[in-house]
């Protein structure tokens, strides 16, 4: 695979780099359209496409040094896929790096949240997707891509963002995670200030590419109408991260389709903003 950004040896290497990405090219559990496997390598390539200076925030995140994983490959069933992801998480979160997994469906954020609810007290996830994913099982397992928020709730808080599309079986799971649905979210001018009060101090980000309307964002494997543009993301992003402390986060979802690479170069844009904002507006910058 590609390193993040193409960027030159200096900037990407595992010593000195304050950033680690790790791809989780898994695609074990979806249900319709298939390719999240083929996310990481994507978005991948997309970024060496990326304008390194960020004109919001007047910054070049990566002089701080991005270093490109080898991807998790051992990845034969959900388990010891999360296994596997919680392992290499961990081993760079003992390293003090600041880790950022690309998917690869959704069930990888198990893992890598049991590794972030191990180092970090006070943990919260926020979760963006257009569907609950509160399933306790589907189809067999209890870590297939519709049941992600179910387990990522085991180990703390999490709060949904950009939901429009859920089982009614997972209406009694709703008391246990706090959720912002699309319908309501677009009336509400009050809404990121009130999901941000649901937050705890540190927070692990899951960004499911399909809480993105399909405009922007048809590559995925679910992809539902009525999702967040640009703009609204970005602008409950820069919130988050002003407010709170972001510990790590995952793009996930991304399935490429040769004919259409604008939602890789889309993916790879967010996840060199993010990071932007992060240097730029984290707490513990």
Same mark, same amino acid.
């Given at each position: ?11 990407? %290497? ?7 990405? $790790? ?21 991948? !390539?997309?970024?060496?496409?990326? !304008? ?28 010891? /896929?999360?296994?596997? $992801? ?10 003090? +790096?600041?880790?950022?997994?690309? %998917? ?6 198990? %893992? ?53 599309? /859920?089982?009614? %079986? ?14 309501? /979210? ?8 009130? /999901? ?86 984290? +707490?513990?910058?």
């Amino acid at each position: 695979m590609k390193l993040f950004g193409d960027l030159p040896p200096e900037m990407a %290497g595992s010593h000195d780099a304050s950033v680690v990405i $790790v791809p989780v090219p898994f695609d074990g559990t979806s249900t319709w359209g298939k390719g999240a496997d083929k996310g990481p390598e994507a978005l991948l !390539e997309a970024s060496g496409q990326l !304008e390194l200076y960020d004109i919001e925030t007047d910054t070049e995140v990566y002089k701080n040094g991005i270093h490109t994983d080898n991807p998790v490959r051992d990845l034969h069933n959900p388990e010891t /896929m999360v296994q596997s $992801v919680f392992d290499r998480v961990s081993k760079w979160l003992e390293r003090k +790096k600041f880790v950022v997994l690309i %998917g690869g469906e959704h069930s990888i954020s198990i %893992g890598a949240v049991k590794a972030f609810g191990s180092q970090f007290s006070n943990l919260s996830v926020l979760q963006f997707d257009a569907h609950a994913d509160l399933r306790d099982s589907y189809e067999g397992s209890r870590y297939n891509h519709a049941c992600v928020a179910a387990r990522l709730r085991e180990v703390c808080p999490v709060t949904q963002v950009g939901i429009r599309s /859920m089982d009614a %079986g997972e209406k009694q799971a709703l008391k246990n995670v706090r959720s912002f649905f699309a319908h309501r /979210m677009k009336n509400d001018p009050r809404w990121i200030g009130n /999901m941000i009060d649901t937050l705890n101090d540190n927070v692990y980000l899951t960004f499911d590419l399909d809480v993105l309307d399909p405009s922007i964002m048809a590559s995925t494997g679910t992809p539902e109408p009525g999702g967040m543009l640009w703009y609204d993301v970005l602008d409950v992003l820069h919130q988050v991260i002003e407010h709170r402390n972001l510990v790590g986060f995952d793009i996930v979802e991304l399935c490429p389709n040769p004919l259409n690479q604008a939602p890789d170069f889309t993916a790879a844009k967010l996840l060199y903003k993010i990071l932007s904002y992060h240097h730029s507006f984290g +707490k513990n910058e």
